[in-house]
Nanobody, 125 residues
Framework: QVQFVESGGGLVQPGGSLRLSCAAS????????IGWFRQAPGKEREGVSC????????LYADSVKGRFTISRDNAKNTVYLQMSSLQPEDTAIYYC??????????????????WGAGTQVTVSS
């Protein structure tokens, strides 16, 4: 049984940093492209970042480019999202998921699977 577990969220002041973790069991995270997503209250889910299984290449939403960094530790079977210069508009529940149709990130998403429960990120003074 595949399970993704997100952690690392919390309350942070504007300009602060957090590192989110997406730990997987039952699936090697270097098998599919892995994405981070977020959903704020009253808003649609937004794709934030992706890391390719094939070559580790990455993609970012324009809203987080230059502030967020996605990475993967194969030994720990964990994908991270390092977030810096956080702003109130980054407040959301953050989720990770696998794109089970592809190994390489591209614009748009295929079939997303193995959603975790998410981790809450709140940016507020």
């Amino acid at each position: 049984q595949v399970q993704f577990v997100e952690s690392g969220g919390g309350l942070v002041q504007p300009g602060g940093s957090l590192r989110l973790s997406c730990a997987a069991s039952g699936l090697f995270l270097d098998y599919y492209a892995i994405g981070w997503f977020r959903q704020a209250p009253g808003k649609e889910r937004e794709g934030v970042s992706c890391i390719s299984a094939s070559d580790g290449s990455t993609l970012y939403a324009d809203s987080v480019k230059g502030r967020f960094t996605i990475s993967r530790d194969n030994a720990k079977n964990t994908v991270y999202l390092q977030m810096s210069s956080l702003q109130p508009e980054d407040t959301a529940i953050y989720y990770c998921a696998a794109d089970i149709e592809r190994r390489r990130c591209s614009t748009g998403w295929g079939t997303l699977a193995y959603w975790g429960a998410g981790t809450q990120v709140t940016v507020s003074s």
